[in-house]
Structures are given as structure tokens and as C-alpha cells.
């Protein structure tokens, strides 16, 4: 055995002796053109090397991350640069709070060639270590062969956390975390048989959440910061194809109402002001002191026809955590117009700041190229249109970390098609950063990957079951 391991190092000692060393460099004045970009991101201390490749060709690439006398490097044959993990999490530990200095130098025909260097801020703020996602085909014909990932940001660990073999291949609503740093969760599944599964510590059960009423089982869902309740929308889903070239599919709903469930009791909590048939409710989430629920509403039925003057306004109504008990009055907060319909809102644990999509119409802005996200500061009622952050592609899909300090969303923003999770850093005063993609462990691996990210999510402790305590909690 320890012969093995001295044949390897030996291999790599001469991997590494057959590389190139940078010499009579040449400088350049333009920032290197790396993937992904990594330019100028204010990044967390605890996250993963930020692996990425030069996309210009080149034979060789030394690259170094410098603060002061702290430096480390990666040096390679062609166009990628990759840390070694613990020099990276070591070097994140004693520049928390600074500014680090990343310098890349590539070998290109021959010629050593030393980009202008760029900045990366590294802030203490840590963020929430675990992050779940859907993979999905980005296609609208079928769905097939789902999973729900949990990924560990800190490095590049990732596990299934239900498969579809584990549910039929049905359709799988995303996972959603629970405040408060617990290993409180949910997901849905889909068709017959399915049902929302609660994970509470590891144990899991399938709620009887669908009353004869209601049109469809829960869809949106989100907890309370007690994790006593779940607030969640029922939709009737209808997919409809556009005959444009610029866009290929609307999907809207026909009938959509809000419920709570409450996990306690063991029994649904509804209000008529939101299940009202002439109107259309989704969306729904509970404030920080759970004693509100926001919403989306817009005038139904939806048609086809009519989808582009349909727009959600953003309201909401009291809810009393201690009694189980919704308001009986509802107040707008930002009133759907032309050209903007409101969608997905998510108030910041602290309870500052409401995050939410707007699109030009409709209920489903993963398909609206023009999908963009607005913070809302719940004190002063000043919006900031998140200009750094937003792109020409879809952004939409947006969580909260524990703190508050950060928000991951999905973005289409490389190519239009595939969904990849963006983080963004939200200082103190609200002020934002450049969005930074959850690092990979090879820097292609996004060109070569053919699954969307959908609906990330945020949590501070791994979930505990397994892909088959899903199955087993279905089929008992």
C-alpha cells in the first residue's frame, strides 16, 4: 500500500515538473476572460475554492491568490486553475474581512501573457453551508428523471436527496428548509399516491394537507418562523405555447387559493378572502414574526388569450400564530400594472427587506426572459431595482440565508436555457454585490452540464433521511 501511494506522488511530482513555469512575462491591460466570473464578487469566507478556466486558449495557466504575504496558487497545463481546498479554506480564514489579489498568467503560443489583475472581497458574513436544489431538463414537453440535490457550499460534496426512482419517476416539488437553523423540511410529490413529506429530525411523514375543496394539493409552500405552520397556494397548472420565435411557453394557472396547515393541530386553517374563485391567489409567505402572510393575486379566470394583461399584485393579510387565525382584511402593497406582475416574495429572516420577481406578465417568469428581482425595504418602502444583480436572462427563484447576509437565486443569465444558482451578498445597508455561481470542483462543468438548477434553497444544517426513507414514507 505505501508503495502505491509513492508511485502516485511521484506521478504528480512529474505532472507538475512537466508544467511550465511562468518566464519573461509580458503584460496586458485588459482583465482575463475567465468562466465563470469570479471578477470583482464579494464572496463568503466558508465558501469552496473558486475554480474557473481562461477562455481564451492557452497552453498553460499560473494563476495566484494573493493578500500581503498570503498567497496561493494553482498552476497547470491548459486553460483551468484549481485550488487545493484546504490551502483555500486556510488562506479564506486569515483574509475574512479583506480584499484578496487574484493575478492570472497563461502560456499562449508560446508566450507567457500577465493579465491586469482583479479583486475579490471576502466578507465574514458566512452563509449557510448546505443549499438544496431540483435538476430538471430545461424542456416543457415532458419531465423525467428528476432529483432533489442537497450540495455542501463549503466544498464540493453532494448527495441525492430523493431520486425519482424513489417516487415513480414523478413529478417532485423542490425542498424547502425551515427557519431557525433546524432539520425541519418538506417536499411534495406529485400524481397518486403522493403527497407533501415533513421531515422533522430525520423522522418523515405524509401530511393529508388536500380537502375535497381544494383544487390541487399544495404547490408553494413555505413554513413559519416557528415551523408550527406551512402557508401554501393550490394551482390548477396549464401550459400554453406561444407561436412567437422569441418565446416557446406561458404556463398559468386557472384556479389558485392559499391555505395553512397547521402541523400542530394536524388540520387546515382558510380564509374565504383568500380562496376567492374570482381571483387568483398564489405565492404565499409568512413574515419574519409570522404574524403576516404576503401574497399574489390577480383577477381570474386566466386565459390564453388574455395571458399578457394578466398581472399579480403583491398584498397581504394578519395571521395569529398563537390562535391559528387569519385577518379579515388584506392591504395591497405593490398593485400589478402594465408591465409588471409581481411573483415569488421572500422577507429577510430579520425581517427588513422583502425580495421578490417582477416580469411584464403572467405567474411563471422562469420562462419570461425579462424576469427580474426588487428588494423592498419594509421600513421605508423604497425599492431598489437590483441593477448589479439582474441580467437580460431570467433571474427569479430567490432564498434568504439564515442571516440575511446573502440570497441565492437562479439565473438563466450564461445562455438563456439552463438555470444556475447565483449568490449575492446584502450588507448592512442594504447595498448589494455582484452576483458570484456556486463553484464547481472542475471549472467546465457547466459548459457540459444539461440540468437546471431550480429553486434553490437554503439551510444551515444537513437533512438527515435518505432517498429511500422517501419511498418508504409513500409506500408504507
Excluded at 432529483?147 to 463549503?154: A, C, H, K, P, S
Aim: charged content about 25%; hydrophobic content about 35%.
Amino acid at each position: 500500500m505505501c508503495k502505491y501511494y509513492i508511485y502516485i506522488l511521484l506521478i504528480i511530482c512529474m505532472l507538475e515538473g512537466c508544467t511550465p513555469s511562468p518566464k519573461d512575462v509580458g503584460g496586458v491591460e485588459t482583465l482575463p476572460n475567465i468562466y465563470p466570473d469570479y471578477i470583482g464578487v464579494t464572496v463568503p469566507e466558508n465558501i469552496a475554492p473558486l475554480n474557473f478556466l481562461l477562455r481564451d486558449s492557452c497552453e498553460a495557466l499560473y494563476v495566484t491568490v494573493s493578500s500581503g504575504d498570503l498567497e496561493i496558487k494553482s498552476h497547470r497545463k491548459g486553460n483551468e486553475a484549481v485550488f487545493n481546498l484546504k490551502d483555500w479554506k486556510k488562506l479564506m480564514e486569515k483574509v475574512s474581512g479583506k480584499d484578496v489579489k487574484v493575478t492570472v498568467t497563461a502560456l499562449q503560443d508560446g508566450k507567457w501573457i500577465k493579465y491586469r489583475p482583479f479583486d475579490i472581497t471576502v466578507s465574514p458574513d458566512k452563509i449557510d453551508s448546505y443549499l438544496t436544489y431540483r435538476l430538471i431538463e430545461p424542456d416543457y414537453e415532458v419531465f423525467s428523471r428528476l432529483q432533489i440535490m442537497e450540495r455542501n457550499v463549503e466544498d464540493f460534496s453532494e448527495r441525492v436527496l430523493c431520486d425519482y426512482n424513489n417516487v415513480g419517476n414523478r413529478c417532485m416539488n423542490c425542498h424547502t428548509h425551515a427557519p431557525g437553523g433546524r432539520d425541519l423540511s418538506f417536499l411534495y410529490v406529485r400524481g397518486d399516491g403522493g403527497g407533501m413529506v415533513v421531515n422533522e429530525g430525520g423522522k418523515l411523514r405524509k401530511l393529508d394537507a388536500k380537502t375535497p375543496d381544494m383544487v390541487s394539493g399544495p404547490v408553494y409552500a413555505q413554513f413559519d418562523p416557528t415551523g408550527r405552520y406551512i402557508v401554501f397556494s393550490t394551482n390548477a397548472i396549464i401550459p400554453s405555447f406561444h407561436s412567437r420565435p422569441d418565446k416557446r411557453l406561458e404556463v398559468f394557472d386557472t384556479k389558485s387559493d392559499v391555505y395553512v396547515y397547521d402541523l400542530k393541530r394536524g388540520e387546515v386553517v382558510r380564509t374565504p378572502l383568500l380562496a376567492d374563485s374570482a381571483r387568483l391567489e398564489t405565492f404565499p409567505t409568512f413574515s419574519a414574526d409570522g404574524k403576516s402572510i404576503y401574497y399574489c393575486v390577480a383577477e381570474g379566470p386566466a386565459r390564453p388569450s388574455g395571458l399578457d394583461s394578466l398581472f399579480y399584485s403583491l398584498c397581504c393579510i394578519d395571521f395569529d400564530p398563537e390562535k391559528g387565525m387569519f385577518g379579515t382584511v388584506t392591504d395591497t402593497i405593490i398593485s400589478g400594472r402594465w408591465g409588471s406582475s409581481v411573483s415569488h416574495p421572500r422577507v429577510s429572516p430579520d425581517g427588513k427587506r422583502l425580495l421578490y420577481t417582477v416580469s411584464d406578465f403572467g405567474t411563471f417568469p422562469i420562462w419570461h426572459r425579462e424576469a427580474d428581482l426588487r428588494m423592498m425595504d419594509l421600513r421605508s418602502g423604497e425599492i431598489d431595482s437590483l441593477e448589479i444583480v439582474n441580467s437580460p436572462m431570467s433571474d427569479t427563484y430567490h432564498t434568504w440565508s439564515s442571516t440575511g447576509r446573502w440570497f441565492v437565486f437562479a439565473s438563466k443569465r450564461d445562455d438563456g436555457l439552463y438555470g444556475k444558482p447565483y449568490f449575492v451578498h446584502v450588507a448592512e445597508d442594504g447595498s448589494v454585490s455582484k452576483p458570484f455561481v456556486l463553484p464547481q470542483e472542475y471549472p467546465s462543468f457547466y459548459d457540459n452540464n444539461l440540468k437546471s438548477y431550480n429553486v434553490p434553497d437554503l439551510g444551515t444544517v444537513p437533512v438527515s433521511f435518505l432517498p429511500s426513507d422517501i419511498a418508504s414514507t409513500l409506500n408504507p
